[in-house]
């Protein structure tokens, strides 16, 4: 039976909030990501791998893993966003590296549109109107081009008869209007156990990226029969797949009724408003899960609802030698680095009583950032 690693590698477009989580549990860390922002490198050794679309190169990724891989001990794999579209990668990885997350054959599955709705019709699970071609011209519904592979909104944008369609893997969904939400939980192949419901936040990417992931509040409140039913996709999907490990399903809420829009099977951005009731991480638990033991240990909510929330550059920025970043961010990039228009500057963290103030302050702690780094730039 293969034991639990002592070292992990963690590869993700941003990795530091599966690399805090994962020192916390005691982990020595090697981190692949495309940012090795302030806190990353404070984290554990950082290898930086390129973009190319909306995930890691997974040439550079592959070599940078096996130059890794070089000592006798085992090592355990986790992975976050940016490898959905990099199944084969996964599939290949060098001893004595072992994968710590869900089958790559979940990965190609999610990434092919026509096996991926046929499941979800099958198993019941309520979803937007899917199709493969573009909707008929002059159909008055809001229709998304979804490109299969991106995380985070990216790849997702407006339909519009006569738009040109990606290379790529893609379909079409209907938009509804309404709540977005996510439930995060964890499971060991066979069982699951809820850990939050989230409301999602969406930042303003302009035209091409008007979907981007702005963040999140934890702790959302949703009347229970929706609740069940959310509950029970996700049993349904983990009955299906056998996932394991953090996995998270994102949701909307459209008039009085729930429709599922996307399984990320791996772990989310969302682990991060719960991290303060696990004295030992969520990766910790996140690795045993994989390794086939659901923790029997129970856990109950944070005292205060967390919310975090992405700052995007809004125009080219370099961050100013001399600046002074708060407590309350993270994915702090090193000075004098240049921040193209429209790449994440940094998060910023917030906690409160009540939802509503928690998404307040992290409004003003975002203007706060670019205020900053204003100021900086006027006096340069």
Same mark, same amino acid.
């Given at each position: 039976?293969?034991?639990?690693?002592?070292?992990?590698?963690?590869?993700?477009?941003?990795?530091?909030?599966?690399?805090?989580?994962?020192?916390?549990?005691?982990?020595?860390?090697?981190?692949?990501?495309?940012?090795?922002?302030?806190?990353?490198?404070?984290?554990?050794?950082?290898?930086?791998?390129?973009?190319?679309?909306?995930?890691?190169?997974?040439?550079?990724?592959?070599?940078?893993?096996?130059?890794?891989?070089?000592?006798?001990?085992?090592?355990?794999?986790?992975?976050?966003?940016?490898?959905?579209?990099?199944?084969?990668?996964?599939?290949?990885?060098?001893?004595?590296?072992?994968?710590?997350?869900?089958?790559?054959?979940?990965?190609?599955?999610?990434?092919?549109?026509?096996?991926?709705?046929?499941?979800?019709?099958?198993?019941?699970?309520?979803?937007?109107?899917?199709?493969?071609?573009?909707?008929?011209?002059?159909?008055?519904?809001?229709?998304?081009?979804?490109?299969?592979?991106?995380?985070?909104?990216?790849?997702?944008?407006?339909?519009?008869?006569?738009?040109?369609?990606?290379?790529?893997?893609?379909?079409?969904?209907?938009?509804?209007?309404?709540?977005?939400?996510?439930?995060?939980?964890?499971?060991?192949?066979?069982?699951?156990?809820?850990?939050?419901?989230?409301?999602?936040?969406?930042?303003?990417?302009?035209?091409?990226?008007?979907?981007?992931?702005?963040?999140?509040?934890?702790?959302?409140?949703?009347?229970?029969?929706?609740?069940? #039913?959310?509950?029970?996709? $996700?049993? @349904?999907?983990?009955?299906? !797949?056998?996932? &394991?490990?953090?996995?998270? /399903? =994102?949701? *909307?809420?459209?008039?009085?009724?729930?429709?599922?829009?996307?399984?990320?099977?791996?772990?989310?951005?969302?682990?991060?408003?719960?991290?303060?009731?696990?004295?030992?991480?969520?990766?910790?638990?996140?690795?045993?899960?994989?390794?086939?033991?659901?923790?029997?240990?129970?856990?109950?909510?944070?005292?205060?609802?967390?919310?975090?929330?992405?700052?995007?550059?809004?125009?080219?920025?370099?961050?100013?030698?001399?600046?002074?970043?708060?407590?309350?961010?993270?994915?702090?990039?090193?000075?004098?680095?240049?921040?193209?228009?429209?790449?994440?500057?940094?998060?910023?963290? #917030?906690?409160?009583?009540? $939802?509503? @103030?928690?998404?307040?302050? !992290?409004?003003? &702690?975002?203007?706060?950032? /670019? =205020?900053? *780094?204003?100021?900086?730039?006027?006096?340069?």
């Amino acid at each position: 039976m293969w034991t639990e690693p002592a070292e992990l590698f963690l590869a993700a477009n941003s990795a530091r909030a599966i690399a805090e989580s994962a020192v916390r549990g005691g982990f020595r860390v090697q981190i692949l990501d495309a940012f090795c922002d302030q806190d990353t490198q404070g984290l554990g050794s950082c290898t930086r791998v390129p973009m190319i679309g909306w995930g890691l190169d997974p040439v550079q990724l592959s070599a940078a893993i096996e130059r890794l891989a070089t000592g006798p001990s085992p090592v355990g794999l986790v992975y976050g966003a940016g490898l959905e579209s990099s199944p084969d990668l996964l599939s290949a990885l060098p001893e004595p590296v072992r994968l710590l997350g869900n089958a790559p054959a979940v990965l190609a599955l999610l990434a092919d549109p026509v096996r991926l709705f046929a499941l979800l019709t099958q198993r019941a699970i309520p979803h937007p109107q899917t199709r493969l071609d573009p909707p008929p011209a002059g159909d008055a519904s809001p229709w998304l081009l979804k490109e299969c592979g991106g995380s985070g909104g990216l790849g997702v944008r407006l339909w519009r008869d006569g738009d040109p369609r990606p290379r790529g893997p893609h379909y079409f969904q209907q938009q509804l209007a309404g709540e977005l939400m996510s439930v995060l939980f964890i499971a060991d192949g066979t069982r699951l156990e809820v850990i939050g419901f989230n409301r999602l936040l969406v930042a303003d990417g302009g035209v091409q990226r008007p979907f981007l992931y702005g963040g999140a509040i934890g702790q959302a409140t949703i009347a229970d029969p929706l609740r069940q #039913a959310v509950i029970g996709w $996700a049993e @349904s999907l983990v009955e299906a !797949l056998g996932l &394991r490990g953090l996995n998270n /399903l =994102d949701f *909307i809420l459209h008039q009085g009724r729930v429709y599922l829009l996307e399984l990320n099977a791996r772990p989310s951005a969302t682990m991060s408003l719960y991290e303060g009731q696990c004295a030992e991480g969520w990766i910790s638990r996140h690795v045993r899960a994989c390794l086939g033991t659901l923790p029997a240990e129970s856990w109950a909510p944070p005292a205060g609802i967390c919310g975090q929330r992405l700052v995007y550059a809004p125009a080219d920025l370099r961050i100013p030698m001399d600046l002074v970043w708060p407590a309350w961010c993270r994915d702090r990039s090193p000075a004098g680095t240049l921040v193209p228009r429209g790449a994440p500057l940094c998060t910023v963290l #917030a906690d409160g009583p009540a $939802a509503g @103030s928690v998404e307040s302050l !992290l409004a003003v &702690r975002a203007q706060r950032m /670019l =205020d900053l *780094i204003g100021e900086h730039e006027t006096h340069e």
